[in-house]
T-cell receptor, first 116, second 106 residues
Framework: GAVVSQHPSRVICKSGTSVKIECRSL??????MFWYRQFPKKSLMLMAT?????????EQGVEKDKFLINHASLTLSTLTVTSAHPEDSSFYIC????????????FGPGTRLTVL | KNEVEQSPQNLTAQEGEFITINCSYS?????LHWLQQHPGGGIVSLFM???GKKKHGRLIATINIQEKHSSLHITASHPRDSAVYIC????????FGTGTRLQVFP
């Protein structure tokens, strides 16, 4: 089955630094990837939709200058949390839409970010 | 009111019990997903369905489009089934339920 990886799986950083999270589709090409955020015991919240070769579409309330998304290839999307702040601490999950014509999404294992 | 409601929120069961988790939604959808999230956080897609019923091993998922309702059943539950089960509907984007936390005790 389709596999999506994320790196790193967990990261701890100091306030004010930037952190990059990578999301890769390992065995298929993903023209569309999604970035989600999940607070403890809460549901996933869509942050942005990332389309290969074009600008990401951000959900209302998500700061595009703070959460930079780049989808430079058909197998890689990156999320950079800029000038991280403790309230950015969360679990970030990416997913990739399957081959064209399907609504199936394949989820990455997630990245736990802790900002000190 | 959430667009996707799940019940129950928490569920405990003895090993071997038959388990049902329900999902109701209020929007028009093209597909519904059942996802499993283990304590480590990773999410696995169990089913995607748009009508009828699907079965995979001990898991069965059904959907009634007219009633906007889906159920996930686990037969002969096992402690390794302990996880959070999330219903998500696809309506130009995925909308997630808040999840059902299942604990199966030996």
């Amino acid at each position: 089955g389709a596999v999506v990886s994320q790196h790193p799986s967990r990261v701890i950083c100091k306030s004010g630094t930037s952190v990059k999270i990578e999301c890769r589709s390992l065995d298929f090409q993903a023209t569309t990837m999604f970035w989600y955020r999940q607070f403890p015991k809460k549901s996933l919240m869509l942050m942005a939709t990332s389309n290969e070769g074009s600008k990401a579409t951000y959900e209302q309330g998500v700061e595009k200058d703070k959460f930079l998304i780049n989808h430079a290839s058909l197998t890689l999307s990156t999320l950079t949390v800029t000038s991280a702040h403790p309230e950015d601490s969360s679990f970030y999950i990416c997913s990739a839409r399957g081959p064209s014509g399907t609504d199936t999404q394949y989820f990455g294992p997630g990245t736990r970010l802790t900002v000190l | 009111k959430n667009e996707v409601e799940q019940s129950p929120q928490n569920l405990t069961a003895q090993e071997g019990e038959f388990i049902t988790i329900n999902c109701s939604y209020s929007v028009g959808i093209s597909a519904l997903h059942w996802l499993q999230q283990h304590p480590g956080g990773g999410i696995v897609s169990l089913f995607m369905l748009s009508s009828g019923k699907k079965k995979h091993g001990r898991l069965i998922a059904t959907i009634n489009i007219q009633e906007k309702h889906s159920s996930l059943h686990i037969t002969a539950s096992h402690p390794r089934d302990s996880a959070v089960y999330i219903c998500a509907v696809y309506a130009d984007k995925l909308i997630f339920g808040t999840g059902t936390r299942l604990q199966v005790f030996p």
